[in-house]
T-cell receptor
Framework: QKEVEQNSGPLSVPEGAIASLNCTYS??????FFWYRQYSGKSPELIMF????GDKEDGRFTAQLNKASQYVSLLIRDSQPSDSATYLC?????????FGIGTKLQVIP | DAGITQSPRHKVTETGTPVTLRCHQT?????MYWYRQDPGHGLRLIHY???????DKGEVSDGYSVSRSKTEDFLLTLESATSSQTSVYFC??????????????FGPGTRLTVL
């Protein structure tokens, strides 16, 4: 079992829809959870972090954390073509941050 | 944007040659990291530093060494490059390794090709 799992996609959504990106992790002691956006040929860019169970909203983005289920998700409301990118989930467990392989999101105009 | 630069941005080298990649930050962050990113593997930690002259290995450290003589600079050296080290290398920095200041910010990356 991988430490951080993401579906590689691609996930295709129409413009204006809600995109839902999911991530599961194996280390129950994990405390910090991050979402990065990476455009093709560019470096990862931090868009959200969450430490507590529940939802955290920032503009069109909402991160959701459920530690009991070891599940973290990112919702993107009113998806735009400019949101088309790969989204990386990162989890800080014991002494290190582990990244998932990323989910490729395609927003169709 | 976090003040992180990497040099060179692109490099083509031959098997067996030494290669040094440089990461420079202007944020005065204590922690610095080197990752490589390969298709199907995501970002994997090579080495990290938690202070000047303080470094430790990551999950894919074989064939790599690092040095940090100043807070702002973190060097990654491939002693004798191999084709398996062809990759995109990212430097990252963080203020802390504990919440709530442990977010990592990435540099622009170096694309290394070993022929």
């Amino acid at each position: 079992q991988k430490e951080v799992e993401q579906n590689s996609g691609p996930l295709s959504v129409p413009e204006g829809a809600i995109a839902s990106l999911n991530c599961t992790y194996s280390d129950r002691g994990s405390q910090s959870f991050f979402w990065y956006r990476q455009y093709s040929g560019k470096s990862p860019e931090l868009i959200m972090f969450i430490y507590s169970n529940g939802d955290k909203e920032d503009g069109r983005f909402t991160a959701q954390l459920n530690k009991a289920s070891q599940y973290v998700s990112l919702l993107i409301r009113d998806s735009q073509p400019s949101d088309s990118a790969t989204y990386l989930c990162a989890v800080r467990g014991y002494q290190k941050v582990t990244f998932g392989i990323g989910t490729k999101l395609q927003v169709i105009p | 944007d976090a003040g992180i630069t990497q040099s060179p941005r692109h490099k083509v080298t031959e098997t067996g040659t030494p290669v040094t990649l440089r990461c420079h930050q202007t944020e005065n962050h204590r922690y610095m990291y080197w990752y490589r990113q390969d298709p199907g593997h995501g970002l994997r930690l090579i080495h990290y530093s938690y202070g000047v002259k303080d470094t430790d290995k990551g999950e894919v450290s074989d064939g790599y060494s690092v040095s940090r003589s100043k807070t702002e600079d973190f060097l990654l050296t491939l002693e004798s490059a191999t084709s398996s080290q062809t990759s995109v290398y990212f430097c990252a920095i963080s203020e802390s390794d504990r919440a709530p200041y442990n977010e990592q910010f990435f540099g622009p990356g170096t694309r290394l090709t070993v022929l």
